[in-house]
């Protein structure tokens, strides 16, 4: 569900700008290289969880580059909320710097009115990133304790006198 989540996420809005005069404009992931490198480590989770359904034999590196998948996607979709929130800052900080010379005050009033937006595709992919690398990383802790011979119990119960 993750790499499916992040593949359609890719191909959603991840900003908008809402500006007077100009209208609002949006941008998807795949109009930038970003979108197709998400889409790429997306198809990546999808193609790992269909050899595990499967039931097939997966190699010991995919389940690694798996949980890697998830964390870039992860870490690019926070650090491009991130980018997002401080472009707004600096744009605001910029426009509000040149109001002084602005007499009529018409540059303050548009940067009050011009709006950034994170879009859902961002916030899916984040989201997405993070549920496929803590289900991945759960998965193979999982598998290491069961490849783990039980030794604990009975250390437990020796402990127990």
Known sequence: GAGVAAV??????????????VGTMSVSGVDGI???????????LISYSSLILRGRGVPRAYPALAGLAGLSLFGLGAWKVADLWVSESTMR?????????????????????????V??????LTLAGLVGAVTIVL??????REASPTGNADTA?????
């Not at 996420?9 to 700008?17: E, H, I």
């Not at 970003?34 to 990546?44: K, M």
């Open 34 to 44: 970003d979108g197709w490198i998400t889409a790429a480590l997306g198809l990546l």
């Open 8 to 21: 359609v996420g890719s191909f959603l809005p991840w900003a908008s700008v809402s500006a007077p005069f």
């Open 139 to 144: 998965m193979m802790l999982a598998r290491h």
């Open 93 to 117: 900080q910029e426009m509000a710097a040149s109001a002084e010379e602005d007499i009529f005050g018409i540059q303050q009033a548009m940067s009050q009115a011009v709006q950034v937006r």
């Open 157 to 161: 119960d020796n402990s127990n006198g």
């Open 119 to 124: 879009g859902v595709g961002l916030w899916l």
